[in-house]
């Protein structure tokens, strides 16, 4: 298909064959990291759950429930067996009815592009499901993976074998099992892993069948870059990610690898990336946002594996923005709980102002600048925002500063407003780095003077 505009694909709404996205006011959380299985995973989220609902997150991504051939659950073998490496089945239920009490949708992480055999078949190879439930023989194993199956639909993932999707006996078994986890188990949205290596037909049949809440799709290949770094025209990386959804009847979303690659680059003084030549987002946000998952970092990218990892003295950088602009944002584990109670803090705060300024995933965008050094836009004509070193502030009394912070969150040259109730004047004495948000106010026939002196006492902020 071509490419997308960001006031394209209108026809959004769920409907009884699946859903993609309620109300386009998701806020997701990745609710672990690698390393996850060593800390008796089920109970340590379920006394988070309080703080998760309070936070304003809608869905927690949870790590892979089943039974896997290795600790982090990235090669299961047998999917009916809720033993893992993070808890008992006791353990993971108990906190899905914690999640269920506090209204947070639980997101299960669907592995189904590969499997781990357990005994001898074809070639040698471990091939076969023997003596456990989807005893499949080597025909849904790929023949490019040492099975009896067809060619893949896809990417392969090498050293394990690839389930060969086109066979019906495995859609018809992997369509019941899915059923189970929706239905039986509990959880309600789905992650689907590594979606490069079966075709989005067969999630879209998946979504059908099971019809979870919300669905989104890995789908991880390489920007483009040249000798001096990262392209800065990232339309085919974007177009393929669209494509990817497009197959799956538009009944999922994607995680927006392209906007993470941008905006990576772009803090490092290159926020001119954050622009496309038609003056939209350069990710898939820019597209197509109903449809795009926003991040920072997850599991792969960073945390003790950190195969692509966005910079870490730019994070609060990077949240300012995903947080504030449409498209459907995920948070790190990682950064809200790991990094200290400042980042935590701040993050709630931006989850704040999007909740209270009503800004959605289709909410609009005008980019007012975007130089080397310094990114503006307003959103949903009611949130302007700006990141980088360079000096910027809106133009107009209408708008009063509602945050600010520096890049990583650890800085203390800058401290983070709090919200008070009714107008606030502020007396912005602001550092150069970090982020600054604005939110629009009423103040009657009053228009502030540019500079005044305000004192908490008063009920009004300073700004240290």
């Known amino acids: 298909m071509g490419r997308l505009s960001n006031g394209s694909r209108q026809s959004d709404q769920q409907n ?9 006011r998701e806020i997701l959380l990745q609710a672990f990291n690698w390393e996850s299985r060593r800390h008796d995973w089920w109970r340590n989220l379920e006394r988070k759950v309080p703080d998760i609902a309070n936070s304003g997150f809608t869905s927690a991504w949870l790590p892979p429930a089943t039974q896997s051939f290795s600790p982090e659950g990235y090669l299961p073998q047998n999917l009916y067996s809720l033993n893992s490496s993070y808890g008992s089945e006791h353990s993971l239920k108990a906190l899905l009815q914690k999640m269920k009490q506090c209204k947070v949708r639980a997101m299960a ?6 499997r781990v055999g357990t005994t001898q078949g074809h070639g040698g190879r471990y091939n076969r499901y023997d003596g456990i439930p989807l005893s499949w023989d080597e025909r849904a194993v790929t023949s490019c993976t040492g099975g009896l199956g067809n060619k893949s639909t896809g990417d392969n993932f090498h050293g394990v074998p690839n389930i060969d999707h086109s066979q019906h006996f495995v859609r ?5 099992w899915l059923q189970w986890l929706r239905y039986n188990v509990g959880f309600q949205d789905f992650r689907f892993d590594f979606a490069r290596g079966y075709s989005a037909k067969y999630v879209k049949e998946y979504i059908e069948g099971a019809k979870p809440l919300f669905s989104v799709g890995e789908y991880w290949d390489s920007c483009n870059y040249h000798d001096h770094g990262l392209d800065y025209n990232q339309d085919s990386h974007r177009q393929r990610i669209v494509n990817w959804i497009d197959g799956t009847g538009q009944l999922s979303t994607a995680f927006d690898f392209t906007t993470k690659g941008i905006l990576q680059e772009a803090v490092k ?9 038609q003056g939209k987002p350069p990710g898939v946000v820019g597209w197509w946002p109903s449809r795009a998952v926003t991040f920072i970092d997850n599991h792969d990218t960073g945390s003790t594996q950190a195969h692509w990892p966005f910079p870490s003295n730019h994070v609060m950088e990077g949240y300012a923005y995903i947080l504030t602009h449409p498209g459907i944002p995920a948070v790190f584990y990682d950064h809200f709980y790991d990094w200290g109670d400042s980042i935590h803090d701040q993050i709630v705060k931006l989850l704040c102002i999007r909740k209270g300024q009503d800004i959605h995933s289709r909410s609009p965008i005008r980019i007012l600048e975007a130089q080397p050094h310094l990114y503006s836009a307003v959103i949903g004509e009611k949130l302007c925002m700006k990141i980088g070193e360079g000096s910027w502030c809106p133009a107009g009394s209408e708008w009063t500063l509602a945050t600010c912070g520096p890049r990583n969150g650890r800085d203390k040259r800058c401290s983070l407003l709090d919200f008070v109730n009714g107008p606030m004047l502020l007396e912005a004495k602001i550092g150069n780095n970090g982020y600054h948000l604005y939110r629009t106010f009423v103040l009657g026939d009053f228009d502030p003077p540019t500079e005044y002196e305000t004192e908490r006492e008063r009920g009004r902020v300073t700004w240290q």
């Open 269 to 277: 003084g290159q926020y001119w990336r954050l622009r496309d030549p």
């Open 172 to 176: 018809k078994d992997i369509i019941a």
């Open 109 to 114: 992480d669907i592995v189904i592009n590969h």
């Open 16 to 24: 009884d064959t699946g859903a993609v996205v309620q109300s386009g």
